[in-house]
């Protein structure tokens, strides 16, 4: 009986430790504690979410200032610093909730800003108590001492620097977002772009006696590919005559349907300017060749920049109201049509596009 008893208060003794523990970390002491600040901002949370328009700004605003002021109290009472500096983390998480409060929005509570100045805004939370004294009732501003001042100027430097890389990261991701063409190009030479891991992209077997596989920009392949249905859409089964004025001027009409191509195909991207369209015409034995170029103007490795071809072989048939379709060299012309023929793929060549004729 007297060892149960014991249990009991042993027990009871335990739970009565954690209530006076939560009660000193819930219960503020006096009203001027950080505990106060903490629950002025769930409280205008709270009143934010019964309210609208500008009121629920206002108070979501307050809000905002609450935790944070009560955030950094709380973190620098007995302040734990980042290791190798005199940060304080609790200046660590004052200044990620003043980067998102600064840079959040409806979407996003989470913005690449908030990410990329979280360490400054920690690194000048830090400074901040280096230039003022006083009391809670009083304060004034000093001047810290050279070896404080070159410890906040390290600090500000490293931060300020660390920022500036997080930056550089969202930028670059930026750019291969918009711009994904990019990825297919050689960043061996590179001091800042590394690839871990390989896109996943269109190839291209390497020459004879050559083992390098060449990467092909999938949105240039796009590009020829929709150019080669319109080229057949316009040209098969057209009168032979208009098929040849239509090569006479064939430099406006690719580039009209070029246009046309690549605002439909790569309307979501940036790299869209980057792309343009020409064509080449060559005769042959049987009637035209016709080059489709894809030519990309943007960035490359090559100092002479790269370009995709895909070649269509255009030829008279002759048609027959009788018998159809049959070779021109087995019956007079009754009506001479043209029809396209291309390559299924397209050929990825580095250096400048060929010369017009």
């Known amino acids: 009986m007297q060892s149960l008893l014991k249990d009991v208060l042993g027990f009871l003794s335990f739970f009565a430790g954690i209530y006076e523990g939560s009660k000193k ?52 009472e007995d302040p734990l610093r980042v290791p190798g500096t005199f940060m304080p983390v609790g200046a660590v998480i004052t200044g990620f909730l003043v980067s998102v409060f600064a840079f959040s929005n409806p979407e996003n509570m989470i913005t690449s800003r ?34 404080v001042r070159k410890k906040v100027i390290v600090l500000l430097g490293t931060s300020m620097l660390i920022s500036c890389w ?36 269109e190839t291209e077997e390497a020459p004879a006696g050559e083992t390098e596989v060449q990467q092909i920009p999938k ?52 790299e869209r300017n980057l792309w343009r369209v020409e064509a080449r015409v060559t005769n042959i034995e049987s009637g035209y060749e016709l080059n489709l170029l894809s030519i990309w103007n943007g960035p490359s490795s090559n100092r002479q920049g790269y ?32 029809e396209v023929e291309c390559d299924p793929l397209s050929r990825f060549i580095a250096g400048a596009p060929p010369a017009k004729q």
């Open 25 to 76: 970390i819930f219960l503020p002491p006096k009203a001027y504690a950080w505990q106060t600040f903490i629950y002025l901002s769930v409280f205008s949370w709270v009143f934010s979410l019964l309210s609208a328009g500008y009121v629920r700004t206002i108070i979501a605003f307050l809000g905002w200032l609450f935790l944070i002021a009560g955030t950094a109290w709380y973190t620098t």
């Open 114 to 147: 908030t990410i990329v100045l979280w360490p400054t805004f920690s690194a000048i939370i830090t400074a901040v108590p280096e230039f003022v004294e006083g009391t809670d009732t009083s304060t004034k501003a000093k001047l810290p001492k050279p070896e």
């Open 166 to 201: 997080l930056q550089f990261y969202f930028v670059i991701d930026n750019w291969l977002v918009q711009y994904p063409s990019l990825l297919t190009d050689n960043f061996e030479r590179s001091n800042f772009v590394v690839r871990i891991v390989e896109p996943q992209i």
């Open 219 to 270: 949105n240039g392949v796009t590009i020829l590919d929709t150019l080669q249905i319109r080229v057949e859409e316009e040209l098969n089964q057209t009168p032979w005559s208009q098929v040849e004025r239509w090569l006479i001027d064939v430099t406006d009409e690719v580039r009209r349907l070029g246009n046309q191509v690549i605002n439909q195909t790569l309307g979501e991207y940036e």
């Open 307 to 338: 370009y995709l071809e895909k070649s269509c072989r255009i030829e008279p048939i002759a048609i027959s109201e009788i018998s159809g379709r049959i070779p021109l060299s087995q019956v007079e012309a009754i009506n001479t049509v043209a």
